[in-house]
């Protein structure tokens, strides 16, 4: 029984060389630098690229006329001829394949229902004419090795091999073979080539694989290094880069708690239904995320870098180890309701290695901000988790809500600028104080502990604003 697996061709340019010498699991192209809707700013950045079906009879060079519309009906046993492609039952197939990759990263793709019929793979895209990305189809080789091959931007036009009868007419899976196929070869279109790996499947690599559905960890990577994760493309194109842009996590109620980036935890396989990936592409690049409190509460966050480890080499080439969750050294910064003010900063630990805000107290009701920034151009796929819990206490100067007054309060309050010199005032006057509850019963500060309070006050007081804390291809059984 053969392997379903296909294998690709794809042009490679010199400056795709250079950066596939650079081991960062997935291998890079050049991303796209001009599409039909304008000029793409900088890599990492997001862009808008159109796709359009070549009518039958367009020229694919080497190959002759294309006849993609007319084998897809054939296929699917379509009689209609009409050129509103979109009633096709195969064109939802399309569609949900470049909507798969708009899922994950910063790319928008969007249908373009007009084509020219200019030849493929030396047009540009046109708004209203033709598609950056346009797909086309020929007879190739036939019901063997090849099924399909694409170009790499700025042309990223994609051919099918209409020889093949049986393969892309399985509707198995949601005709999973037609679609990993387009997939794949989508990768291509935004400047992803080949890679291999021994230890994990990745729709990237040159083989087919029909144990998984659409793009896997390492390719999200790739399209998130390229430009950026999905979140760069809101607030019209600005991202989330500024506490002006922040992504809005809602009101956060005592108790709650929420986690953003999480589907990229575990192994490389992704379920197609997941969909929440985050990162940071290099040393400019910031994610800011808003949430707001309706109560006094004490806050825990934590940051977790992740992407895997796996082996991973170029097509051809050896195979080495790679390291995924430690590309990118991610620290981890809480600020007050201005956006400016910054309350607490964890950026210890090294690259690979979580960060931590443990217990904050943020007795100001309002709006706060977290942000995820890196000090390397490279990109870190993270995890960031935020836990919200009441801050029960009414004992005045219990700051870090644990039921007394005592040193590890006026640790608390040093550590948060948040808090004022009057809070500082209420723990000098309840030190020593277990709870609201035993008042009368617990004794007053004697005049040593208050010298000695005194004396720690005035060495102590000035806190510190920061705290550590190519040609798609069948394979052979």
Same mark, same amino acid.
């Given at each position: ?146 099924? +399909?091959?694409? /170009?790499?931007?700025? !042309?990223?036009?994609?051919?099918? $091999?209409?020889?093949?009868? %049986? *393969?892309?007419?399985? #509707? ?99 379920? +197609?239904?997941? /969909?929440?990936?985050? !990162?940071?592409?290099?040393?400019? $690049?910031?994610?800011?995320? %808003? *949430?707001?409190?309706? #109560? ?99 004992? +005045? ?11 590890? $309060? ?68």
């Amino acid at each position: 029984m053969p392997h379903l697996s296909v294998f690709l061709v794809c042009t490679v340019s010199s400056s795709s060389l250079w950066l596939a010498s650079y081991a960062v699991a997935y291998v890079p192209d050049d991303p796209w630098s001009v599409t039909a809707s304008g000029v793409a700013s900088a890599p990492g950045t997001p862009v808008t690229l159109t796709w359009s079906i070549a009518p039958d009879g367009t020229n694919i060079p080497g190959e002759g006329g294309s006849n993609v519309v007319s084998y897809f009906d054939d296929l699917f046993n379509v009689t209609s001829s009409s050129d509103d492609l979109t009633d096709r039952p195969w064109f939802t197939l399309l569609e949900q394949s470049f909507e798969r990759w708009s899922e994950l990263g910063g790319i928008e793709f969007i249908y373009e229902p007009n084509d020219n019929g200019s030849q493929l793979q030396n047009s540009n895209g046109v708004l209203g004419t033709l598609g950056d990305v346009r797909l086309g189809g020929t007879f190739v080789d036939g019901a063997s090795s090849t099924l +399909a091959y694409a /170009t790499l931007p700025n !042309s990223g036009d994609i051919v099918f $091999d209409t020889g093949e009868t %049986s *393969f892309y007419s399985n #509707s198995s899976n949601n005709y999973l073979q037609l679609r990993n196929t387009l997939m794949h070869e989508i990768g291509h279109a935004i400047g992803l080539q080949h890679v291999e790996s021994s230890n994990s499947a990745l729709l990237l690599e040159p083989f087919i694989s029909t144990a998984f559905d659409g793009p896997q960890l390492d390719d999200i990577r790739g399209i998130q290094g390229l430009y950026g994760d999905s979140l760069e493309k809101t607030n019209g194109g600005l991202g989330n880069n500024s506490a002006n842009t922040a992504t809005d996590l809602g009101t956060r109620a005592a108790g709650s708690s929420l986690s953003v980036g999480g589907d990229a935890t575990g192994t490389q396989f992704v379920a +197609a239904t997941e /969909t929440d990936f985050v !990162s940071i592409t290099d040393a400019d $690049d910031a994610d800011f995320f %808003s *949430f707001t409190l309706s #109560s006094p509460s004490i806050l825990g966050a934590t940051l977790t870098p992740l992407g895997g480890v796996f082996n991973q080499g170029v097509e051809g080439g050896s195979q080495s180890s790679f390291d995924a969750n430690s590309r990118n050294d991610l620290s981890l910064a809480l600020f007050g309701p201005d956006g400016n003010t910054l309350l607490e900063l964890a950026d210890l630990s090294g690259a690979g290695q979580t960060e931590l805000l443990s217990e904050i107290r943020l007795s100001t009701v309002g709006e706060y901000f977290v942000r995820v920034a890196g000090d390397t151009d490279a990109v870190q796929l993270y995890e960031l988790d935020l836990s919200v819990v009441a801050a029960t206490t009414s004992l +005045a100067g219990d700051f870090d809500a644990d039921g007394d007054v005592d040193g590890q $309060d006026f640790l608390a309050w040093q550590r948060n600028s948040a808090f004022t010199v009057a809070d500082l005032a209420n723990w000098q006057d309840h030190f020593g104080l277990a709870s609201l509850g035993s008042l009368a019963s617990v004794p007053e500060p004697t005049a040593g502990n208050l010298f000695g309070l005194a004396t720690l006050t005035l060495l102590l007081y000035r806190r510190p604003r920061e705290c550590g804390v190519s040609k798609y291809q069948r394979d052979q059984d």
